[in-house]
């Protein structure tokens, strides 16, 4: 089963999400875009809701944050559904620790899923991903790095993503208005 996700990011300025937009539509597959919200609940656990022009979802991610490969549950509704899940969670006693905003560009590009970000007060953010079985994630890792650097571009270091992260985490309320 396919439950593994797998995936690189890279933070990167305006010009290089312009050029890469420019090639993943040329060498690849455009699939669409679309405006996220995304709130981060206060628990052990990596739990998220979304809301999105396409609907909404909820999901757990296994795993520390950042990591490169972990498993994710993922159930998705329709986009009315989204203030009842978080009235759900706030029930069961989780509050929202970070909501974030973003623009999502997707694309399939060379077999794998491409997304370019634009996420209010964090920056611009290229990940390559790919869902697989838990047997084949170093390979699928290889493959992602490969295709990062195929693009020149070093996948920036987990501890920047956590620098930063905690950043935004500390100062999201006014960085998003």
Request: aromatic content about 10%; proline content about 1%; hydrophobic content about 35%.
């Given at each position: ?16 999400l312009a050029e890469l937009d420019a090639r993943f539509r040329a ?151």
């Open positions: 089963m396919a439950d593994v996700e797998c995936e690189l990011r890279s933070f990167i300025d305006a010009a290089k060498e690849g597959e455009y699939l669409g875009e679309e405006r996220q919200e995304t709130h981060y609940f206060d628990c052990a656990q990596d739990l998220r809701i979304q809301r999105s022009d396409n609907g909404a979802k909820l999901w757990l991610k296994r795993g520390a944050l950042h990591d490169d490969a972990r498993e994710e549950i993922e159930i998705r509704c329709g986009r009315e559904d989204f203030p009842k899940l978080g009235e759900v969670f706030g029930e069961l006693g989780y509050g929202v620790e970070i909501k974030w905003f973003r623009h999502r560009r997707r694309y399939s590009w060379r077999g794998v899923k491409a997304t370019l970000d634009s996420t209010k007060g964090y920056g611009d953010i290229l990940e390559l991903e790919s869902l697989v079985s838990d047997g084949e994630r170093e390979a699928a890792l290889v493959r992602l790095r490969g295709l990062m650097a195929e693009l020149g571009i070093e996948p920036t270091s987990k501890e920047e993503f956590k620098k930063r992260f905690e950043h935004y985490k500390e100062n999201w309320k006014e960085m998003v208005n």
